[in-house]
Nanobody, 126 residues
Framework: QVQLVESGGGLVQVGGSLTLSCVVS????????MAWFRQITGEERKFVAG????????QYSESVEGRFTITRNNTVNTVYLQMNNLKPEDTALYFC???????????????????WGQGTQVTVSS
């Protein structure tokens, strides 16, 4: 059974930083693109950041470009999201996702991802 468990969320002040982690169990992440999405209450879940199956290529939403960084460590089957210069509009429930098919390039669409974590809340106070 594949499971994704996010951690690292919390309350932070404007301009602060947080690092989210997503540990995957049940299968390797090597060869699988992964992504982070976020959902603000009452809104749709939206793509934030994604990496390619080899971790060499990344993509970010316009709203976080230059502030967030997605990385991975295949040895410990974990993907990270480093978030810097946080803003109140970054407040959301953050989810990590594992793409359905191996060797598939990153996608920004939810439909491309088969496995999801339960989410970790990030709250940025002004």
């Amino acid at each position: 059974q594949v499971q994704l468990v996010e951690s690292g969320g919390g309350l932070v002040q404007v301009g602060g930083s947080l690092t989210l982690s997503c540990v995957v169990s049940g299968q390797t992440i090597d060869g699988y693109s992964m992504a982070w999405f976020r959902q603000i209450t009452g809104e749709e879940r939206k793509f934030v950041a994604g990496d390619s199956w080899n971790g060499q290529h990344t993509q970010y939403s316009e709203s976080v470009e230059g502030r967030f960084t997605i990385t991975r460590n295949n040895t410990v089957n974990t993907v990270y999201l480093q978030m810097n210069n946080l803003k109140p509009e970054d407040t959301a429930l953050y989810f990590c996702a594992l793409i359905s098919t191996r060797w598939t390039p990153r996608r920004t669409s939810e439909a491309a991802y088969k496995y999801w974590g339960q989410g970790t809340q990030v709250t940025v106070s002004s």
